[in-house]
T-cell receptor, first 112, second 113 residues
């Protein structure tokens, strides 16, 4: 079955880069996503990558996909206090299903 | 474009009571999802509708949870009777098709005491 794993916590200094990692088990995943969740809020889609790509950049965000190792990462450049949140990795496409399968989330804390 | 609307935002009930949540997806989105997010975990799919038909309800505890999507638009999720372990945020999402088009509502936070 499908499974998505993330480390639970990451702490970085303001202005540094943050790298959040994710591994998944299903090689048939079609899309891989990064969502941001702030306290008391819903899920905000940050970016997504199609499985035949290995990199996608969008302003301060860079997504890297290593399909061989089933490893996905999200790099946030010049991390700001507003980036404090929980970041979820998710995949879809397992056996053609549309549903999203989420990791348990990485809590990003910014130190001044 | 209006987002996915959910109500209520918060609900506190006693165990064994019943509760219902409502979701209005983005206009034109054929697929609607209900997810359960327990504190400290990622969201988990409860049920997926395509128009008014169920696509996947394999993770829905059918002895106490039910959901419907009449006319392929709004949806309601009901819990009867509620248990303490049902305390969670219930998120509704909709999509036009598979891929990057998922939009989530703000969720309903349920506390069962």
């Amino acid at each position: 079955g499908e499974d998505v794993e993330q480390s639970l916590f990451l702490s970085v200094r303001e202005g540094d880069s943050s790298v959040i990692n994710c591994t998944y088990t299903d090689s048939s995943s079609t899309y891989l996503y990064w969502y941001k969740q702030e306290p008391g809020a819903g899920l905000q889609l940050l970016t997504y990558i199609f499985s035949n790509m290995d990199m996608k950049q969008d302003q301060r965000l860079t997504v890297l996909l290593n399909k061989k190792d089933k490893h996905l990462s999200l790099r946030i450049a010049d991390t700001q206090t507003g980036d404090s949140a929980i970041y979820f990795c998710a995949e879809s496409g397992f056996k053609g299903a549309q549903k999203l399968v989420f990791g348990q989330g990485t809590r990003l804390t910014i130190n001044p | 474009e209006a987002g996915v609307a959910q109500s209520p935002r918060y609900k506190i009930i006693e165990k064994r009571q019943s509760v219902a949540f409502w979701c209005n997806p983005i206009s034109g989105h054929a697929t609607l999802y209900w997810y359960q997010q327990i504190l400290g975990q990622g969201p988990k799919l409860l049920i997926q509708f395509q128009n008014n038909g169920v696509v996947d309800d394999s993770q829905l505890p059918k002895d106490r949870f039910s959901a419907e999507r009449l006319k392929g638009v709004d949806s309601t999720l009901k819990i009867q009777p509620a248990k303490l372990e049902d305390s969670a945020v219930y998120l509704c999402a909709s999509s036009f098709s598979a891929g990057g088009g998922y939009t989530f509502g703000s969720g309903t936070r349920l506390t069962v005491v």
